[in-house]
Protein backbone atom coordinates (compact mmCIF):
# COMPACT_ATOMS: atom_id res chain seq x y z
CA UNK A 1 0.00 0.00 0.00
CA UNK A 2 0.94 3.36 -0.61
CA UNK A 3 -0.08 6.35 0.59
CA UNK A 4 0.56 9.81 -1.35
CA UNK A 5 -0.21 13.40 0.38
CA UNK A 6 0.52 16.40 -0.31
CA UNK A 7 1.12 19.47 2.13
CA UNK A 8 1.16 22.88 1.43
CA UNK A 9 2.41 24.46 4.71
CA UNK A 10 4.87 24.00 7.92
CA UNK A 11 1.63 23.71 10.14
CA UNK A 12 0.18 20.64 7.90
CA UNK A 13 3.49 19.14 7.55
CA UNK A 14 3.76 19.06 11.58
CA UNK A 15 0.17 17.83 11.44
CA UNK A 16 0.57 14.75 9.05
CA UNK A 17 3.87 13.94 11.41
CA UNK A 18 1.76 14.14 14.56
CA UNK A 19 -0.67 11.33 13.03
CA UNK A 20 2.00 9.32 11.96
CA UNK A 21 3.59 9.37 15.41
CA UNK A 22 0.44 8.63 16.67
CA UNK A 23 0.20 5.24 14.56
CA UNK A 24 3.63 4.17 15.45
CA UNK A 25 4.76 1.24 17.84
CA UNK A 26 7.98 0.30 20.07
CA UNK A 27 10.07 -1.01 17.20
CA UNK A 28 8.90 0.99 14.33
CA UNK A 29 11.61 2.21 12.02
CA UNK A 30 10.73 5.04 9.54
CA UNK A 31 13.20 5.85 6.73
CA UNK A 32 13.18 9.93 5.19
CA UNK A 33 14.53 10.14 1.83
CA UNK A 34 14.32 13.95 0.58
CA UNK A 35 16.54 16.36 -0.85
CA UNK A 36 17.77 19.35 1.54
CA UNK A 37 14.91 21.67 2.63
CA UNK A 38 12.48 19.27 1.92
CA UNK A 39 10.99 18.95 5.22
CA UNK A 40 12.28 15.85 7.14
CA UNK A 41 12.70 17.68 10.03
CA UNK A 42 9.68 19.09 10.22
CA UNK A 43 7.81 15.96 9.84
CA UNK A 44 9.99 14.38 12.77
CA UNK A 45 9.30 17.51 15.05
CA UNK A 46 5.61 16.13 14.15
CA UNK A 47 6.29 12.59 14.99
CA UNK A 48 8.10 13.78 18.01
CA UNK A 49 4.52 15.32 19.09
CA UNK A 50 2.63 12.19 18.25
CA UNK A 51 5.22 10.06 20.41
CA UNK A 52 4.77 12.53 23.62
CA UNK A 53 7.87 14.12 23.10
CA UNK A 54 7.01 17.41 25.52
CA UNK A 55 6.44 20.42 24.22
CA UNK A 56 9.14 22.27 25.49
CA UNK A 57 11.51 20.00 24.33
CA UNK A 58 13.02 21.20 21.03
CA UNK A 59 14.00 18.47 18.11
CA UNK A 60 16.27 19.08 16.29
CA UNK A 61 18.49 17.77 13.40
CA UNK A 62 21.16 15.64 14.83
CA UNK A 63 23.31 16.67 11.31
CA UNK A 64 26.47 16.82 13.87
CA UNK A 65 25.46 14.76 16.71
CA UNK A 66 24.42 11.83 14.01
CA UNK A 67 21.89 10.78 17.17
CA UNK A 68 19.44 12.88 19.38
CA UNK A 69 17.23 10.42 21.74
CA UNK A 70 13.45 12.10 23.38
CA UNK A 71 11.49 10.85 26.13
CA UNK A 72 8.29 10.25 25.30
CA UNK A 73 4.81 7.73 25.38
CA UNK A 74 6.97 6.18 23.19
CA UNK A 75 11.23 6.83 23.36
CA UNK A 76 11.92 8.63 19.78
CA UNK A 77 15.36 8.01 18.57
CA UNK A 78 16.26 10.71 15.32
CA UNK A 79 19.49 10.16 13.39
CA UNK A 80 21.11 12.41 10.74
CA UNK A 81 23.11 9.89 8.37
CA UNK A 82 23.98 12.72 6.19
CA UNK A 83 27.66 12.98 7.11
CA UNK A 84 27.84 9.06 6.67
CA UNK A 85 30.10 7.73 3.54
CA UNK A 86 27.36 4.53 3.96
CA UNK A 87 26.09 2.14 5.84
CA UNK A 88 29.42 0.61 7.60
CA UNK A 89 29.89 4.58 9.57
CA UNK A 90 26.73 3.36 11.35
CA UNK A 91 27.51 0.16 11.84
CA UNK A 92 30.57 1.29 13.83
CA UNK A 93 28.24 3.06 16.03
CA UNK A 94 26.03 -0.03 17.05
CA UNK A 95 23.10 0.81 15.33
CA UNK A 96 21.51 -2.61 16.26
CA UNK A 97 21.20 -1.32 19.64
CA UNK A 98 18.79 1.63 17.83
CA UNK A 99 16.85 -0.53 15.17
CA UNK A 100 16.20 -3.44 18.00
CA UNK A 101 15.23 -1.24 21.08
CA UNK A 102 12.31 -0.29 21.97
CA UNK A 103 11.79 3.10 20.90
CA UNK A 104 10.42 4.60 17.55
CA UNK A 105 13.81 5.37 14.64
CA UNK A 106 12.96 8.10 12.62
CA UNK A 107 16.34 8.31 10.15
CA UNK A 108 16.93 11.76 8.07
CA UNK A 109 18.87 10.73 4.35
CA UNK A 110 18.08 7.04 4.34
CA UNK A 111 18.89 6.32 1.06
CA UNK A 112 22.43 6.29 2.39
CA UNK A 113 22.19 3.42 4.72
CA UNK A 114 19.09 1.61 2.53
CA UNK A 115 20.66 -1.90 2.42
CA UNK A 116 20.53 -2.40 6.14
CA UNK A 117 17.28 -0.81 6.78
CA UNK A 118 14.95 -3.74 8.10
CA UNK A 119 11.54 -5.21 6.07
CA UNK A 120 9.66 -3.44 8.41
CA UNK A 121 10.81 0.10 7.73
CA UNK A 122 8.14 2.36 7.40
CA UNK A 123 9.81 4.35 4.37
CA UNK A 124 8.87 8.18 3.11
CA UNK A 125 9.45 9.97 0.43
CA UNK A 126 9.53 13.88 0.52
CA UNK A 127 9.84 16.20 -2.21
CA UNK A 128 10.13 19.93 -2.51
CA UNK A 129 7.31 21.48 -4.55
CA UNK A 130 7.50 24.98 -4.19
CA UNK A 131 8.21 27.34 -1.32
CA UNK A 132 5.15 25.68 0.90
CA UNK A 133 4.47 22.47 -0.65
CA UNK A 134 5.50 19.16 0.09
CA UNK A 135 4.29 15.80 -1.46
CA UNK A 136 4.89 13.05 0.84
CA UNK A 137 4.98 9.29 -0.84
CA UNK A 138 4.59 6.45 2.25
CA UNK A 139 5.06 2.83 1.84
CA UNK A 140 5.95 0.53 4.69
CA UNK A 141 4.56 -3.12 6.03
CA UNK A 142 0.27 -3.57 5.68
CA UNK A 143 -0.13 -3.66 9.37
CA UNK A 144 1.67 -0.49 9.86
CA UNK A 145 0.35 1.15 6.64
CA UNK A 146 -3.51 0.03 7.36
CA UNK A 147 -3.12 1.94 11.02
CA UNK A 148 -1.52 4.89 9.32
CA UNK A 149 -4.37 5.47 6.97
CA UNK A 150 -6.77 5.26 9.62
CA UNK A 151 -4.71 8.18 12.03
CA UNK A 152 -4.17 10.32 9.07
CA UNK A 153 -8.15 10.16 8.21
CA UNK A 154 -9.10 10.81 11.73
CA UNK A 155 -9.73 13.85 13.43
CA UNK A 156 -12.09 15.76 10.89
CA UNK A 157 -11.45 17.38 7.92
CA UNK A 158 -7.64 17.02 6.43
CA UNK A 159 -6.63 20.31 4.77
CA UNK A 160 -4.02 18.03 2.88
CA UNK A 161 -4.68 16.47 -0.42
Known amino acids: MILKLISDSREQTLEIGRRIGNALAPGDIVALIGELGSGKT ?57 FYGGGVVVIEWAEKIRRILP ?18 IIEGPPGTMAELEKRLESGGSNSWR
Open 42 to 98: CLTQGMAKGLGVAENVPVVSPTFTLVNEYPGRVPLVHLDVYRLSGPRDLEDMGYEEY
Open 119 to 136: ERTLVIRMAYLDENTREL
